[in-house]
């Protein structure tokens, strides 16, 4: 047994130095702080052989065989539970045969070829000022959203159509055809497949049984909601660079001064504390505005994972990003989306207590679905109409009015279904890409297929946000997975319908974050994603309570909202709350240290508002 212990002690060990090391670096390049491209590959590569190590899935098999054939005991059973959590580490990325493992490694440069070359590459569209700029993902989408002006609306979705052209000109072929060969070295149809079998345990049969339902159940709310928009406000409405405007534009303006960018880290840590969210003494890296050369989405990776080393508790270590533009409008619901997001993935990989790090990280078998439950769930709670009314405040402290809240309602209810179906498409893309013969994978072809998905599921020649311009599609982890959000989504309204008729409200409710931690961030990928479910709810995975929030009409959904707010007014909510998220805290910007926690939260979040407001004045409401 002591020699078991050992080897245990020495996986876990061994694997923490690499798996830090990879991340640090991954860490650094994407925030721009280094250019170390080619350092940041080799850790890549190094992680990558250590967890498909065909020598380790082996002497994890002898280990686990020599356990089963002891007495039980407390000792002998805690290794066991160890040791399974690495066999289904090393069983999802096992590459046992030589052509595999080359054709990972020449997969791995390929994409940090292309994500250098990326961080390169500058798109430019019409601000809200008129003015020709630089621009982030993040950016065009605001301004979309957002702008008044129809030309400078177009010169944003013009940029990100011309990311798809610059993509499928600067390796993404390549990459899909490597994905494949690799795919099918490993005795796979195609990379779809291989991913979706790797990552949800399912095949893409039963994969697209759970989507063409959906699909079915919400296609006649997306029409109706396109054909009222285009009875609106003209045939030019359901132009790619309108859409968005004309579903939000104005509400989105309104709501501005109510979600101020500066306010919100504040806003995420009290309504995290007010929920009962603990991070267990994890340390937290935040980096939340854009940068040149900074990585155009928001992540959470953790370099530390949690887990218990023996009686040792070993707090996590997490870093997490937003792109925000703070002088613009709408940045603020963007950022404070993004903070309990990704705050919502800190806090699950924060709470996991097993006895392994494999349990606690953020790729296979930890399943996208599982893992994108935890962060969407926290997200959620910023459409309630109570959480709006206790957290959406202007300058003068005045709460967003009920009106606004129902015209918000009334511009975004009608689009429940479209936003939702703006997740499916990227799945019913991906599967006909990779499906695609060698034969057929050129730039002509590949643009025709993201066209014709989006016109069968979005009912619109181009999506808002083209396909091929979702960063997603070309990073190996996050490729052919996208539909875990949806799926997360489902799992995330079968999760509140229980808190709901359980408790009768979320925000602020101080007994759901331990909850949680309990069922469904405790246990990691030691159980599957419907088994926490059915721990928590009950009930296996159900999509039937997202399908039937998105075909709610505005009147019901404005009910809804009406009755939350009166059950807040009316409730007494608990004198005390946890006094402090239980984690250290750095606020940064690039190698900028802006604020800390070390003095207290509210010292960070004073420190945080004069740097927003030094660097920003004009996001200062």
């Known amino acids: ?40 590959a080799r850790a890549e590569g190094a992680f990558k052989d250590f967890i498909s190590s065909p020598e380790r899935l082996a002497r994890t098999k002898a280990a686990i065989a020599q356990l089963e054939a002891l007495p039980a005991s407390g000792e002998r059973d805690a290794l066991l539970h ?29 994409e940090s070829e292309l994500f250098s070359k990326r961080r390169g590459y500058k798109m430019r569209h019409i601000n809200e000022a008129g003015e020709l700029e630089e621009a982030t993902l993040s950016g065009l989408s605001t301004n ?3 702008n008044r002006d129809e030309a400078a609306r177009k010169s944003s979705h013009d940029a990100l159509m011309g990311l798809e052209s610059w993509a499928l000109d600067n390796g993404f072929i390549a990459i899909v055809n490597k994905r494949n060969a690799l795919a099918r070295s490993l005795g796979y149809a195609d990379y779809f497949e291989y991913k979706v079998k790797k990552n949800e345990q399912m095949t893409p049969d039963q994969l697209f049984a759970i989507l063409d339902d959906f699909e079915a159940r919400t296609r006649d709310a997306n029409q109706r909601a396109l054909d009222q928009l285009k009875a609106r406000h003209g045939d030019g409405a359901l132009k790619a660079h309108n859409l968005r405007f004309h579903m939000s534009g104005d509400v989105t303006r309104q709501m501005d001064p109510f979600l101020p960018f500066a306010k919100a880290v504040e806003r995420w840590v009290l309504s995290f504390r007010r929920l009962g969210i603990q991070y267990r003494g994890a340390t937290m890296q935040l980096d939340l505005v854009e940068r040149q050369g900074k990585y155009q989405n928001g992540f959470c990776h953790g370099p530390i994972p949690s887990f218990f080393d023996g009686e040792t508790w070993v707090a996590g270590q997490i870093n997490f990003t937003a792109d925000a533009k703070p002088d613009q409008v709408g940045s603020g619901a963007r950022a404070i989306n993004t903070l309990f997001h990704e705050g919502g993935h800190a806090a699950h990989f924060a709470n996991v207590t097993q006895n392994a790090p494999c349990f606690s990280q953020e790729f296979a078998p930890t399943s996208m679905a599982y893992a994108e439950t935890q962060s969407m769930f926290c997200d959620s709670l910023l459409d309630d109409a109570d959480w709006l009314k206790r957290y959406a405040r202007n300058g003068q402290g005045e709460a967003i009015p009920d009106e606004l809240i129902r ?9 429940a279904a479209y936003a939702e179906r703006s997740i499916a498409v990227v799945a019913y893309f991906e599967r006909a890409l990779y499906a695609l013969p060698e034969s057929e994978l050129s730039a002509e072809r590949i643009l025709q297929l993201a066209r014709d998905s989006e ?13 091929l311009a979702i960063p997603h599609l070309l990073n190996q982890e996050s490729a052919a997975a996208y539909h875990g959000y949806l799926l997360a989504n489902m799992a995330v309204y079968q999760t509140r319908a229980y808190f709901i008729g359980k408790f009768g409200y ?7 974050g331990p909850l949680l931690a309990e069922h469904y961030w405790g246990p990691g990928n030691s159980i599957n994603h419907n088994a926490t479910l059915l721990r928590l709810t009950g009930e296996p995975f159900n999509a039937r309570y997202l399908a039937d929030s998105c075909n709610q009409s505005v009147d019901e959904a404005w009910a809804g909202a009406q009755k939350l707010i009166a059950d807040a007014a009316a409730r007494d909510y608990p004198a005390q709350y946890p006094d402090a998220l239980d984690a250290r805290i750095r606020l940064v910007h690039g190698a900028e240290l802006i604020a800390d926690n070390a003095a207290g939260d509210a010292a960070m979040f004073d420190r945080f508002e004069s740097w927003v407001a030094g660097h920003y004045p004009a996001s200062v409401h």
Do not use: C
């Open 506 to 512: 979320l925000t602020d409710n101080p007994a759901i």
């Open 82 to 110: 160890g040791f399974k959590g690495w066999l289904a580490l090393f069983d999802s990325n096992i590459i046992e045969s030589d052509e595999a493992r080359q054709l990972m490694t020449e997969l791995v440069e390929l």
């Open 144 to 146: 979309m959203g957002t």
């Open 455 to 467: 016109q069968r599921i979005l009912g619109i020649a181009v999506s808002p946000r083209p396909l």
């Open 407 to 415: 015209a918000r309602i009334v511009a975004t209810q009608p689009f």
């Open 1 to 40: 047994m002591a020699a078991l212990r050992g080897e245990f002690d020495a996986l876990n060990r061994d694997y923490l130095a690499i798996h830090k090391a990879k991340e640090d670096l991954f860490w650094d390049t994407y925030m721009a702080v280094s250019d170390d491209d080619a350092g940041f």
